[in-house]
């Protein structure tokens, strides 16, 4: 079964510093990996999506992502965090359902960030 | 331009009632997913919908939700007899592809979600 994980249940950053969130899956065929961004009372945000080409993306909000088929991995990374970023980010991978050609999404837990002053 | 919608907001419920959550996607789009976000958890799969027809009903937790989209745009999620391990948000969301081979890739767009509070 297609899994995501997300190891970092909480991250503390001080504004300006460099953030990176962890995030592996488990899938058999080639996946599609998406980050969400989810601020209080919000609902979830695209930051940015890979599903084939450069395996560098590149996102909104000055994220970038880079998937690594070796690791399963696709880690998300911002080089200087503002107090805005402070959020819940999703992990999530596309999992191909069996009766339809949907594209229902599997999250992972989340990662919560906080920004210090 | 008009995102996903969802009424109400925040919904609280006695045990054992009946409540009914309502969104409206993106106008023209074809799937419309639901997915329930337990506190502190990730969101997890209820239904998918392509224009009115429910394709995967695999995540719906059990016999006491029902969800329709009879018009192939507004969709309403009905979970009757309401348990206290139902409390959580509803989110709904909404591409405009049918997800078919380089669909998978399209973009969800998600509603702000309805608490629902079970008590």
């Known amino acids: 079964a297609q899994s995501v994980t997300q190891p970092d249940i909480h991250i503390t950053v001080s504004e300006g510093a460099s953030l990176e969130l962890r995030c592996n899956y488990s899938?058999?065929?080639?996946?599609?990996l998406f980050w969400y961004v989810q601020s209080p009372g919000q609902g979830l945000q695209l930051l940015l999506k890979?599903?084939?080409?450069?395996?560098l993306v590149q996102g909104i909000k000055g994220f970038e992502a880079e998937f690594k088929r070796s690791q399963s991995s696709f880690n998300l990374r911002k080089p200087s965090v503002h107090w805005s970023d402070a959020a819940e980010y999703f992990c999530a991978v596309v999992t191909r359902m069996i009766k339809a050609a949907g594209n229902k999404l599997t999250f992972g837990g989340g990662t919560r960030v906080l920004v210090k002053p | 331009g008009a995102g996903v919608s969802q009424s109400p907001r925040y919904k609280v419920a006695k045990r054992g009632q009946d409540v009914a959550l309502r969104c409206d996607p993106i106008?023209?789009?074809?799937?419309l997913f639901w997915y329930q976000q337990a506190l502190g958890q990730g969101p997890e799969f209820l239904t998918y919908?392509?224009?009115?027809?429910?394709?995967?009903k695999s995540g719906l937790p059990s016999d006491r939700f029902f969800a329709e989209r009879p018009e192939g745009s507004v969709s309403t999620l009905k979970i009757q007899r309401t348990q206290q391990e139902d409390s959580a948000v509803y989110l709904c969301?909404?591409?405009?592809?049918?997800?078919?081979?380089?669909?998978?890739?399209?973009?969800?767009?998600f509603g702000p979600g309805t608490r629902l509070t079970v008590l």
């Open positions: 106008s023209g789009h074809v799937s």
């Open positions: 890979y599903f084939s080409g450069d395996t």
């Open positions: 899938y058999g065929a080639t996946p599609y």
């Open positions: 919908f392509q224009n009115e027809a429910q394709l995967d």
């Open positions: 969301a909404s591409s405009l592809a049918s997800g078919a081979g380089s669909g998978r890739g399209d973009t969800q767009y």
